[in-house]
């Protein structure tokens, strides 16, 4: 998959990522899991009938007794700390058991000494797939960074290798592959931006090229953000009589094109765009190979299709 370079400026790592390592020598230490199958068992719960989970990017995963295994039996999943309302625990309960989602917690005993050798996964952070799909390579945070760079490609995002202490500068990210729709892609890449805890992904790695050299850049297989977090705002207005501007990052996409007093809607600039042609016609009339291309430029749209030659 070819990515479009961005432009931006690397950022600290941030020390909080320390505490997403985990390891068979310290079960208690929090870290990322998924779901690897459902138990089919037949016996009183929760001695049956619960999940199979893993720790992401990992070969092992230390289990209730200690021990190191490929995977862990929990007979119950804890959401209480998430505070979701009844529907939308279950709703993501039944993404978790899909494999549709991501949680941060810890491993631990049942409380009933009954079921004392049962694993409890208690969760601290749920993460829900946006799209939906079978997540394919590593697991990643992101989180963006903003500045200002002489030549393309540089880096656009701080990528952290989920329950690992390795990380590095992405110089693209290719949202649009996971098959996420456009609405979705804007919303997590203005999380990604503006939030300190960033967004999740699935993710393989590629590269970008231009003046700068050849950079490193991951291609999406799903998307992840915080379970109750609430939707991003619609898109703000902007343009018009009152001259309202927009966010760093943003531009004001003009609802047709022509005089300066023309209102719009803010829209962030892409990082990344596949080369796929499906042509769009800029305000500028320049032609766009396609619409993400455009709105990278920081363009209005004229209409779709090659623009007319003169």
């Known amino acids: 998959m070819s990515l479009f370079p961005a432009c931006d400026g690397p950022a600290p790592k941030n020390p909080e990522e320390d505490h997403d390592q985990s390891g068979p020598s ?38 209730a007794d200690g021990k190191a295994d490929k995977e862990c039996y929990v007979g119950t999943v804890d959401l209480a700390a998430l505070k979701l309302d009844a529907n939308s625990q279950n709703t993501f309960l039944a993404a978790f058991a899909e494999g549709h989602a991501l949680v941060r917690g810890t491993i ?10 049962v694993g409890v996964l208690q969760v601290s952070e749920g993460w829900a797939g946006r799209v939906g799909t079978k997540p394919n390579g590593d697991f990643y945070r992101l989180r963006g960074i903003h500045a200002k760079c002489s030549a ?7 990528a952290f290798r989920l329950n690992t202490g390795w990380d ?8 649009a592959a996971s098959g996420a729709s456009q609405e979705v892609q804007d919303a997590v890449r203005q999380v990604m931006y503006e939030t300190p805890e960033g967004v999740l992904v699935a993710a393989t790695s590629s590269e970008v090229t231009g003046p700068n050299g050849t950079k490193p850049a991951l291609v999406t297989s799903e998307l992840y953000t915080r379970a109750g977090t609430p939707a991003a705002a619609p898109n703000p207005e902007c343009g018009g009589i009152r001259g309202l501007s927009c966010g760093e990052g943003q531009f004001c996409d003009p609802s047709q094109c022509g ?52």
């Not at 199958?37 to 893993?54: E, N």
């Not at 631990?108 to 004392?116: I, K, V, Y």
């Open 26 to 63: 310290d079960p208690e230490q929090e870290t990322f899991y998924v779901v690897t199958r459902r138990d089919v068992r037949k016996c009183a719960a929760p001695a049956c009938g619960g999940f199979y989970v893993q720790r992401v990017n990992q070969g092992t995963t230390t289990c």
């Open 108 to 117: 631990g005993r049942e409380a009933d000494p009954n079921f004392a050798d």
């Open 152 to 158: 393309m490609p540089c880096p656009m995002a701080h």
């Open 168 to 175: 590095m500068m992405v110089s693209g990210v290719d949202f």
């Open 259 to 310: 005089g300066a007093d023309i209102g719009g809607t803010c829209r962030a600039k892409p990082e990344a765009c596949t080369f796929d042609y499906n042509p769009v016609c800029g305000c500028d009339s320049k032609t766009y190979g396609n619409d993400c291309a455009r709105l990278s430029a920081g363009v209005g749209l004229a209409n779709p299709g090659e623009c007319e030659k003169n």
